[in-house]
């Protein structure tokens, strides 16, 4: 028996995943992301918001994140690992579902794992092009694993930063996010200390994953007028950023009930003044307001950033062959005849 047309919902797995990066091409692939995310961050109150769903264990967190504009509905499936590399496994895996909300039926499920580091790289960038100093061209790249490439080539083709100065505890690391950039056409300096990297870099980008109160920028290191792209801190007990610098900055956060618990914020008091992205983007709030500001991009990754990467995977796979229909629903003719079904596939 074949599955009806209407409940084949196209699947776009890893490798189909790779391909429509390399037919788009990643530069392309992250402005078309960045712009769809704006597009949804500008029409920010017409979501459902929720702080997404945490499960927390001793090693990680697995995490469901919901959304919908009303018209559509989106969820990512995500986990946080810090202690997978050293098993051969990856920090971040994950995938996602895009629903039509008038049937309910999914019209999307597809790998997220390489879509995540897409759209947090084209999210950095966008919020980097919009606080980061004027003419900022070199960014310090703290942690250099797996987001560490593509945090770098999205800042370079959205933000115009043309250097990255990388460092991370592990030598092996940092070898390899550069032989990755070695072509990007952007400078690549490879760095003995987090002290060293940030010299003479308008961008401070920490992307490291580790289960700790970690400060990877302690306040002495911090100077006025750099934008800090703080991506790591995204779970309770997990930070990066001394609480002295988050004081003298200024904070832009996604969605401020999820920061609030997840980012770096976690360190404040829970009324420390923030300013959501989407206001400042919409002209409702003001971003950078002086060269010598230093602005914290409190970044922890937010449902409506995965499901802009899910309308753009579903705009995109339309015109190509990148996806499997996927046999997912039982769909019967008569739709209350499920037992039937059953019982003629029995043969
Ligand atoms: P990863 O494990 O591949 O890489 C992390 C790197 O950080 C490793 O190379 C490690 O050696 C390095 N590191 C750890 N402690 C360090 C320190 N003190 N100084 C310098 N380097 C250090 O992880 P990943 O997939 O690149 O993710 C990095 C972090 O970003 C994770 O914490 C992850 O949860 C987070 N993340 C956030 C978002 C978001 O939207 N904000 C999205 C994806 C991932």
Request: aromatic share 6%; hydrophobic share 40%; with cysteine.
């Amino acid at each position: 028996m074949t599955p009806s047309e209407k409940a084949l919902v196209p699947f776009v797995s890893v490798d189909h995943m790779m391909q429509l990066i390399h037919h788009i091409g990643v530069r392309n692939m992250l402005r078309g992301l960045a712009s769809y995310i704006e597009d949804d961050f500008r029409r920010w109150e017409l979501f459902d918001k929720t702080p997404r769903v945490a499960s927390h264990s001793a090693e990680g967190v697995i995490e469901l994140m919901p959304t919908s504009d009303g018209e559509t509905y989106g969820f990512k499936y995500v986990n946080g690992h810090p202690k997978n590399t050293a098993e051969g496994l990856q920090t971040v895996t994950a995938f996602g579902l895009l629903a039509d909300v008038d049937t309910g039926y999914p019209v999307l499920l597809t790998e997220m794992t390489m879509l995540t580091a897409l759209r947090t790289a084209a999210t950095s960038a966008l919020v980097a092009r919009t606080l980061a100093p004027r003419g900022a061209k070199t960014m310090a790249m703290i942690g250099n694993g797996a987001q560490s490439e593509f945090q770098s080539i999205a800042m370079q083709a959205i933000a115009g930063i043309d250097e990255v100065r990388l460092f991370d505890i592990d030598p092996a690391a940092t070898a390899k996010c550069a032989a990755n950039l070695a072509g990007s056409g952007l400078k690549i300096t490879a760095c003995n200390t987090a002290e060293d990297a940030i010299q003479g870099a308008q961008i401070l980008t920490t992307c490291t994953a580790d289960k700790a109160y970690a400060t990877i920028l302690t306040d002495n290191m911090v100077g006025a007028g750099v934008h800090i792209n703080a991506i790591g801190g995204d779970c309770p007990g997990k930070t990066e950023v001394a609480p002295a610098i988050l004081r003298r900055g200024d904070i832009f956060v996604e969605y401020p009930p999820q920061t609030r618990i997840e980012g770096d914020i976690q360190q404040l008091d829970d009324d420390h003044p923030v300013t959501e992205i989407w206001q400042v983007l919409t002209g409702q709030a003001q971003g950078r307001t002086s060269d010598k500001q230093i602005t914290i991009f409190d970044s922890v990754g937010f449902a409506i950033e995965d499901f802009s990467a899910l309308r753009f995977v579903r705009d995109r796979i339309e015109e190509t062959e990148f996806y499997h229909p996927l046999d997912l629903l039982a769909d019967p003719d008569d739709p209350r005849d499920l037992f039937g079904m059953l019982t003629r596939a029995k043969g």
